[in-house]
């Protein structure tokens, strides 16, 4: 059954060799979780130097490290790979075909995804070696010049970031492509673009965000790279370049990137909800406009983060209100989950506690969002604390809670036994209570003025039991994804079975074996309706007689 | 699944078509590339008359007429080259497929003359100011992608000499000539941002 009780030799030459959707989705997840661990202890490293003023744990160029790091991993090496993975496994069996469009260049894309996060921590082994640090990145995950110009960063900690970013970005490109065609190319007898699973939906507005996306970053990161050893002038302010530039194609990038990782948490929630509130997503159109909505309009926000570069006021107003444009279409798609379970029989199961907590923290987050979107609010809080907490709230509270949604809902699919519900629940609460814990008073210590990135902090300025609380939730935190491991592997070895279709879910990948065989379907399936399995189950009231 | 009901556009009568997975991928990664030659169009663009030191776009450029009509003209011949394959007439697609090529390689030779003058000649280079350092790298950017479109050009040509290209490939074919429509089109654009409102 599972990959896993092979013996290991011939385990890893099976993941070498695979193009299997399937495998390459496991692996995604799986190295995804790897560098989810090692950022976390850098998140921990670095609540621990800030839970106490004037503290000494690490010294201020082991703290910048750690957070460029912690920042650069969880978005390119646990967030990517994590949305992909998910889309790579499950995109295939929801449109009822055997695998992806181009299942090399499938492969090709995770490879070079492992090689980017690995040439990423390399850089750890350089300069003064693993005892020092080595010469990890520092310069932020922005990389704002001039910080990334030779004469600012010396040694190779830069490059290394440049050229993992360079590396990871083709490879998610590939991958997006690899979508792309998948969704409009492979799908099933009957499954009309109307018919596609939200899910499905989703994975296609987020590749085609990548493709839009990806590419000025890598355009950027070869600039940087030509600066850096060509000797180029492309930020060099000194020679009539532009540090703003830099900023401006990094954020062109940056935002859209933003909505590559959250429309994933979206597409995971407008699945979970529905099945455990027995009712059909409310306003399947209006979600799948919104979703296109929130992915054109984010190719056009990316100066809010420049607020305070000094840019013209009419350029500030124009980006702060397309910025609260975004506000809309997810506001509906917010009325729509809660449309949906409006009325419904709700199954407190897992996946929809998860899902529930993502509505709160989400609407949390899209209010500082909105907040922060207004000029003269950023002009007073831009770089502090109150930013942190606002993606802190979107990505973990966010995308991250969503994700957690999806391993309790989609894993027994992927190895055929139930997550444990009773670690799932103490997963769940002390993550959530951890969570908040952390994040909610960094709102107020950035309101009082408490700056970004700082490394350490004098007792007088009132932040001290802010910072306390918020690394007293990292332990809480912290503990919760240690009993969410524990959960992942255990109940791969004892879980209970879980059958087939264990959620009595709607959407084709139920409908499969569990695990999927390797070609997915014996026979391609036919669909009539946008739940092919309720069809099936209520053949005297099919979904498609009502449309 | 019960088909035994009105499923909807997809009754057993009307059939089930979807478009080809190669043309929606070729689409894709034009897109992709677009994106990625913005960026250096908009920073070439963002440069013009911000360098601090000579040379001016003005005293160094010269309009590549001759190489702009090669390039052009290439994306000409390849259309015929594919008709010819779509009609089975192997020796006329050889024939317009080698025009391409060597349509392609005049453009190439032109903009290496061009570098040779510029670097070995004038001294200027990628790091001389800022407009070497956009013109470089748009202008390699693009030609960059010549080349990967005469590699492709090249293994078509090879692999149909040995009679593995066969009418029914037209589809393949026909993606390596969007890939090269693509390249004439950018260079286009970047001919006007550099070569005209540049200088």
């Given at each position: 059954?599972?990959?896993?009780?092979?013996?290991?030799?011939?385990?890893?030459?099976?993941?070498?060799?695979?193009?299997?959707?399937k495998k390459l989705g496991m692996?995604?997840?799986?190295?995804?979780?790897?560098?989810?661990?090692?950022?976390?202890?850098?998140?921990?490293?670095?609540?621990?130097?800030?839970?106490?003023?004037?503290?000494?744990?690490?010294?201020?160029?082991?703290?910048?490290?750690?957070?460029?790091m912690h920042g650069t991993t969880m978005v390119f090496l646990v967030g990517?790979?994590?949305?992909?993975?998910?889309?790579?496994?499950?995109?295939?069996?929801?449109?009822?075909t055997r695998d992806m469009a181009f299942p090399r260049l499938n492969a090709f894309g995770f490879w070079i995804f492992l090689f980017s996060g690995f040439l990423l921590y390399f850089s750890y082994l350089g300069g003064s070696g693993v005892y020092g640090i080595g010469s990890a990145p520092d310069v932020g995950w922005f990389a704002y010049s001039p910080l990334t110009?030779?004469?600012?960063?010396?040694?190779?900690?830069?490059?290394?970031?440049?050229?993992?970013l360079l590396a990871g970005g083709i490879g998610s490109i590939a991958t997006a492509i690899n979508l792309i065609a998948t969704i409009f190319c492979l799908r099933c007898r009957g499954m009309t673009l109307n018919r596609m699973p939200l899910f499905v939906w989703l994975n296609a507005v987020v590749a085609f965000l990548i493709i839009l996306a990806m590419p000025p970053l890598s355009a950027c990161q070869i600039m940087l790279c030509l600066d850096r050893y060509l000797g180029a002038k492309f930020f060099d302010t000194q020679a009539g370049g532009s540090a703003i530039l830099w900023q401006h194609f990094f954020w062109i990038f940056g935002h859209p990137e933003v909505y590559i990782l959250i429309l994933p948490a979206f597409a995971i929630i407008s699945e979970v909800i529905p099945v455990f509130s027995r009712k059909p997503i409310f306003g399947y159109p209006i979600m799948v406009m919104?979703?296109?909505?929130?992915?054109?309009?984010?190719?056009?926000?990316?100066?809010?983060?420049?607020?305070?570069?000094?840019?013209?006021?009419?350029?500030?107003?124009?980006?702060?209100?397309?910025?609260?444009?975004?506000?809309?279409?997810t506001g509906i798609k917010i009325f729509n989950w809660i449309g949906t379970m409006y009325g419904g029989k709700l199954r407190m199961e897992l996946p929809l506690l998860f899902s529930i907590a993502f509505l709160f923290q989400f609407l949390i987050a899209g209010l500082t969002g909105v907040m922060l979107a207004t000029t003269p609010f950023d002009w007073q809080l831009n770089d502090s604390y109150f930013v942190v907490a606002h993606f802190h709230y979107v990505l973990v509270g966010g995308l991250l809670f969503s994700i957690f949604a999806a391993f309790y809902y989609w894993y027994p699919k992927m190895i055929g036994r139930m997550l444990d519900g009773a670690m799932g629940r103490w997963h769940f609460w002390l993550f959530l209570v951890g969570f908040h814990l952390t994040f909610f008073p960094q709102h107020i210590m950035g309101i009082l003025g408490m700056p970004r990135r700082i490394y350490s902090y004098p007792a007088d300025r009132g932040w001290e039991i802010g910072n306390l609380l918020s690394s007293i939730g990292v332990i809480f935190q912290a503990t919760g994804i240690l009993?969410?491991?524990i959960n992942l592997l255990y109940s791969y070895y004892r879980g209970r079975r879980a059958g087939d279709d264990p959620w009595d879910a709607w959407t084709l990948e139920w409908a499969t074996t569990s695990p999927p065989a390797e070609y997915n379907f014996e026979k391609l399936p036919e669909v009539h309706s946008a739940r092919p399995l309720w069809d099936l189950k209520h053949p005297d009231e099919p979904d498609w007689k009502h449309n | 699944m019960s088909d035994d009901g009105p499923g909807g556009a997809s009754s057993p009568a009307t059939e089930w078509k979807l478009p080809s997975v190669r043309k929606v991928a070729m689409i894709s990664l034009i897109t992709a590339e677009s994106a990625l030659f913005c960026i250096f169009l908009v920073a070439y663009a963002f440069y013009i008359g911000k360098s601090l030191n000579p040379p001016s776009p003005k005293e160094i450029l010269e309009w590549p007429i001759l190489a702009s009509i090669a390039l052009l003209s290439s994306s000409g011949t390849i259309v015929f080259a594919e008709k010819a394959l779509y009609g089975g007439r192997l020796a006329r697609f050889h024939c317009w497929w080698l025009v391409t090529i060597l349509l392609g390689m005049t453009f190439l030779g032109y903009t290496a003359r061009e570098w040779y003058e510029f670097i070995h000649h004038r001294h200027f280079t990628l790091a001389t100011n800022v407009f070497g350092s956009t013109f470089y790298s748009l202008i390699g950017l693009h030609v960059s992608h010549v080349i990967a479109g005469l590699v492709l050009l090249l293994l078509v040509f090879a692999m149909s000499l040995v009679g593995k290209v066969r009418a029914e490939h037209h589809e393949h074919v026909e993606m390596v000539s969007w890939y090269w429509h693509f390249v004439d089109i950018v260079w286009v654009v970047v001919f006007v941002v550099v070569y005209v409102i540049g200088r």
């Open positions: 059954m599972g990959a896993g009780r092979k013996a290991l030799p011939g385990l890893v030459q099976e993941l070498v060799y695979t193009v299997d959707h692996m995604y997840l799986g190295s995804g979780l790897v560098f989810f661990m090692l950022a976390g202890i850098m998140a921990v490293a670095i609540r621990v130097q800030l839970a106490v003023p004037n503290n000494h744990f690490l010294n201020p160029s082991a703290f910048n490290q750690f957070f460029t990517m790979p994590l949305i992909l993975g998910l889309a790579n496994y499950l995109v295939p069996i929801m449109i009822g110009a030779k004469a600012f960063s010396k040694g190779h900690s830069t490059d290394y970031w440049t050229l993992s919104a979703s296109v909505m929130i992915a054109f309009i984010s190719l056009g926000v990316w100066a809010h983060h420049m607020f305070t570069v000094g840019m013209s006021s009419v350029s500030n107003t124009f980006f702060s209100a397309s910025t609260f444009v975004i506000a809309v279409p009993i969410f491991l | -």
